[in-house]
């Protein structure tokens, strides 16, 4: 059976967005990987897409979401929450997990990568602990 991961965070353009983009790399088959904004910005960060293109990964196909947008995909396997803290809603799932991992939005671009790297360690964590 595919997981099914969702990711939020404030803006749905760049912590949730690279999560969702490692869900599927890593996941691959074995995952649904989605991305929601409690308050989406309507954009993917340039700033995330370059960060991900690095890795061979575009994230330029993907949108800013609002949880509406994603709700019919649930329930999920875990929803993992980033920095949204009260203005993140209940979505059904089997859990809930909250990262606090910083905003990169406004970081120079190894700041922003070393937070892309610390993302990508835990949704290999994730990952191998769904299995």
């Not at 929601?36 to 979401?65: C, Q």
């Not at 606090?100 to 290999?124: L, S, T, W, Y």
Request: aromatic share 8%; net charge neutral; charged share 25%.
């Amino acid at each position: 059976m595919k997981k099914k991961l969702l990711f939020v965070c404030i803006e749905n353009s760049n912590r949730s967005q690279m999560s969702q983009a490692f869900a599927k790399i890593i996941g691959g088959n074995n995952v649904e990987a989605y991305s929601a904004g409690s308050k989406p910005s309507g954009i993917v960060n340039p700033k995330a897409i370059a960060a991900m293109k690095e890795l061979g990964y575009d994230l330029s196909t993907h949108d800013s979401k609002s949880l509406d947008e994603v709700k019919a995909f649930a329930p999920f396997d875990a929803v993992v929450t980033m920095g949204c803290g009260d203005a993140c809603p209940w979505m059904p799932a089997k859990q809930f997990i909250d990262w606090q991992i910083p905003d990169p939005k406004h970081m120079e671009p190894q700041a922003f990568n070393e937070v892309r790297d610390f993302i990508k360690g835990k949704v290999e964590e994730l990952i191998q602990s769904l299995q």
